[in-house]
Every structure is written in C-alpha cells, then in structure tokens.
C-alpha cells in the first residue's frame, strides 16, 4: 500500500458546516467530505481491496464508495487534515489481519469446581422448602 498514491485518490470536498456560527456561517464551507472509491483504487491490491471490504461493509454507500466527515474544527485546511490521517488509520487498521482463534481446554478442576458449586446452590435452595409431609 502505498500512503502517497492513496490520498491521491481521495475526493475531497468542502461544504458548509451545520449548527450555530451568527453571521460568518453561511459565508464559509469549513466542512470537509472525503470519498474515496475502494474498487477503483489503484493504490491497493486485489487482497487489501478485499480485506478493506469486510472491514468497511457498514460503511460503504450502495456504489462503493466509502465516505468520512469532518467539522471539528472551524478551519477547513485543519479538517482536511483531520479526516486524511483519520482515513490513513481507518486503512492501517483494515488491513490487519485478524488472528486465528486457538481452541482451548476447560480445565477438569475449573469443571469440577463449577459442578461443586452447582451442587451446594442447589441443596441450599432445596433446603428452604418446606418439608413434605405425607
């Protein structure tokens, strides 16, 4: 994966941010939108597309394309700045593989153990009831 290539395919796109601002607020696009269409890329081979995929399923629009945004700040070169590294790390992060699951054993003592327990609860509750009487 090459970083360079990669933010060279990022769409990005200034809008105008929601919420309170007075009179400055309709004059400024601070927001920033960044798309980025994961099929197309030629950043990124066929295996990392698909690693990427499974790791952006909810995500992804219904074309393909993974969308982020950000207003955090009231300037829009800081925004752009922001919602780059955060993609970078949404990215570093979806390649990780994920680790195979080791089976493991219940020890024969944890069991033994659980059963005992299971044991005692149930003759404390057994008794508390009354006696039967025949």
Known sequence: MDTGLLIKELVLKAIRSSGPGGQHVNKVSSKIELSFDLSASEALSEEEKTLLLNSFKSRMTKD???ILQCDESR???RNREIIVKRFLELVKTGLKKPKKRK???MPA???EKRLEAKRRQSTKKEDRKKPDVN
Request: glycine share 8%.
């Open 103 to 105: 089976k493991t054993r």
């Open 75 to 77: 300037n829009q070169h």
């Open 64 to 66: 393909g394309r993974l």
């Open 109 to 111: 003592k944890a069991k």
